[in-house]
């Protein structure tokens, strides 16, 4: 009871990501709250999903599997998590601020009349002071979140309704496996004690998924263009570099609104979290939006002709020139000096 | 055959907060509010949008616009009006004020409820002052429907069924689901038509209770001989909404603190584009194996 719970997104048999992240992160919270860590996974037909989660420290697994609940639809995953946490009274529950999360965490808050925060960036524990009636709360989730358009950051606590629920950005935590040879328990859960034919009111009809055609997150080198590249034609000299250094192409939302770069590059708050070994930001002036977005990159090399490009101050390295001059000579020396 | 469909937009006047200037933020690091140009949430312009082709595929349906906030927020019902809805109601009451999501989707749905019998309510995804896409499902809980989110199109609307694309990761999906239902649109969906001139004409005196008593009163026997310039306006009382579900009493969750965002500053080395200061760079980051 009142332990931590960790909803698992399954695409074709594999955890997301997110949901990876996740257990990592719940795994060292629960530590903290001295609770255990529990995950559930509602799917069809799902095979050996406990060795993809067990090994990140998960004490509990709750898997639900039938016929219908692939492809994720609204209520017989709601019905499902509304009926598990009314049951296991979870102190917390968390998961991926994706299409999936965004759909079903708000409809599982509602039926509990919980608090839910939509795309956290860090979640921590701490305690919170009501100064109204003067009542300390101890050991709350701090649910901490980008707000106004990502101006700010807000962090929110929900002292008095259980579950505290929150949805998390993909990328921003990290997954690690404790233990491959982690013992946590199993629990197959009859599908029809929680849900009803009406449930499944919503049909499926066509679904067209294609892998990532690119592999920014996974990336060691990115190199990212803003607007000040210029034109779509400059753009094809950042992926000239990206081909002789091994790289990935990333965007800014500017970059990606002038028609430069597909929607599926954009780094930042809207888009892909990155944090690769060496981020060559291209162009970039540096909101605050795209530096939330890349701001964990081991070493940042900024190319600008404006000097004061507020990306500048983040920077390790700031060339001051145009793309159009930069790269070209990057591949030069790059050919010249390797090996 | 065709039947004819009663749509409810919810849609929220909204902070620009993607024009954002060097005044919007206070010392002490909160929002100035004022300093922000209210805007229809452009999410829910795309929603009105997919609203209206529902209603021109179908005549005889109608379009009325659901808002929740301070008087002014009238706007958006009038600026639905001059693109082709045929009315509106505003929800605003000292007691919503500082309402999370929840509190929000509740009186939202109870003044769905007073509105009684509709067939689709459709919103944008989200709104660009919180980012949420929480109300649009959490109205649909409180009301006992299901859901479609993250609509790209509605493709089809017959027999009682609704048939919609949406985005999903990496590609699209297509659903169909019964009617009544809560969809919620993406901003990547088709734009929403400009405003209608004849429908401006029509409308431009279009006003709540509140704005007659406090514009100038030369109108009255306008809005006596004219009942569709009168729009309404509801409060929780109104709803009959139970106050300790309202507002900032309603609100599960607290905001503890607000900050302003402070980025690591590095002490950085900057180079020209010269041939020596280029290849000086890359043979350190090769020598100290970043690349290669």
């Known amino acids: 009871m009142n332990n931590l719970f960790v909803y698992c997104e399954i695409e074709d048999g594999i955890i997301a990501d997110v949901s990876l992240e996740l257990l990592t992160k719940g795994r060292s919270l629960a530590n903290e709250l001295k609770c255990q860590l529990e995950a559930v996974i509602i799917g069809t037909s799902l095979k050996e999903v406990e060795k993809q989660v067990l090994p990140y420290g998960v004490d509990k697994l709750h898997i639900f599997d039938a016929p219908g609940l692939y492809p994720y639809t609204s209520l017989p995953h709601t019905s499902i998590l509304v009926k598990l946490f009314k049951e296991e009274q979870p102190q917390i529950a968390l998961m991926g601020a994706t299409v999936i999360g965004r759909d079903l965490g708000p409809r599982v808050s509602s039926a509990l009349t919980s608090g839910l925060t939509a795309d956290c960036t860090s979640l921590e524990i701490g305690d919170y002071e009501e100064k109204k009636d003067n009542k300390i709360y101890k050991n709350l989730l701090y649910q901490i979140r980008p707000a106004f358009g990502g101006n700010i950051v807000a962090t929110i606590v929900n002292p008095d309704h259980r579950p505290q629920m929150a949805t998390v950005r993909e990328g921003v935590m990290k997954k690690q496996i404790i233990n491959t040879e982690y013992k946590g328990k199993v629990v197959r859960h009859e599908v029809k004690d929680f849900v009803t034919d009406a449930d499944f009111v919503v049909k499926v009809i066509e679904r067209h998924v294609e892998k990532s055609k690119n592999n920014l997150k996974g990336s060691p080198i990115i190199i990212s263009g803003g607007y000040g590249v210029g034109s779509k034609d400059n753009f094809k000299l950042l992926f000239d570099l990206a081909k002789v250094i091994n790289a990935e192409v990333g965007a800014s939302r500017a970059a990606v609104d002038a028609g430069y770069a597909d929607h599926d590059r954009q780094i930042g708050q809207t888009g892909v979290t990155v944090r690769p070994k060496l981020y060559i930001a291209c162009g970039i002036s540096g909101q605050i939006q795209h530096i939330a977005g890349m701001q964990e990159s081991a070493i940042i090399i900024s190319i600008n002709n404006d000097p004061n490009a507020p990306i500048n101050a983040i920077a390790d390295y700031v060339i001051n020139g145009t793309v159009e001059q930069v790269i070209p000579k990057m591949i030069k020396y790059y050919k010249q000096n390797s090996k | ?292």
């Open chain 2, 1 to 292: 055959m065709n039947m004819n469909y009663k749509i409810i937009v919810l849609a929220k006047q909204v902070p620009d907060t993607r024009n954002v200037g060097k005044d919007a933020m206070k010392a002490d690091g909160t929002v100035n509010r004022a300093a922000l140009s209210a805007i229809f949430n452009p999410e829910d312009l795309n929603a009105l949008e997919q609203a209206l082709r529902i209603k021109e595929k179908n005549p005889g349906s109608t379009v009325y616009m659901l808002t929740m906030g301070p008087g002014r927020a009238a706007d958006i019902i009038r600026e639905g009006l001059f693109r082709g809805a045929d009315g509106g109601y505003l929800l605003t009451d000292r007691a919503f004020a500082g309402a999370d999501t929840l509190a929000t989707s509740y009186a939202l749905a109870m003044a769905i409820r007073k509105i009684g019998h509709f067939d689709l309510i459709i919103g944008g995804r989200q709104a660009i002052d919180g980012d949420t896409a929480q109300v649009g499902p959490q109205v649909a809980e409180k009301l006992g429907l299901t859901q479609i989110t993250y609509a790209e199109e509605i493709k089809s609307i017959e027999n009682g069924r609704i048939t919609v694309t949406r985005h999903i990761p990496g590609g699209v999906e297509t659903v169909e689901g019964p009617l009544p239902i809560v969809v919620t649109v993406n901003g990547s969906a088709a734009s929403c038509r400009p405003r209608n001139a004849k429908m401006v004409m029509k409308y431009k005196h279009a006003r709540t209770v509140t704005e007659k008593q406090q514009g100038n009163l030369d109108y009255t026997d306008l809005y006596a001989t004219h009942d569709y310039l009168n729009l309404e306006e509801w409060s929780v009382a109104d709803v009959k909404g139970d106050l300790a579900q309202c507002g900032l009493a309603g609100s599960p969750t607290k905001v503890k603190s607000i900050q302003n965002i402070v980025f690591q500053t590095k002490e950085s080395k900057t180079i020209s584009d010269s041939n020596k200061d280029i290849e000086g760079l890359i043979v350190e980051l090769l020598a100290n194996h970043t690349i290669g």
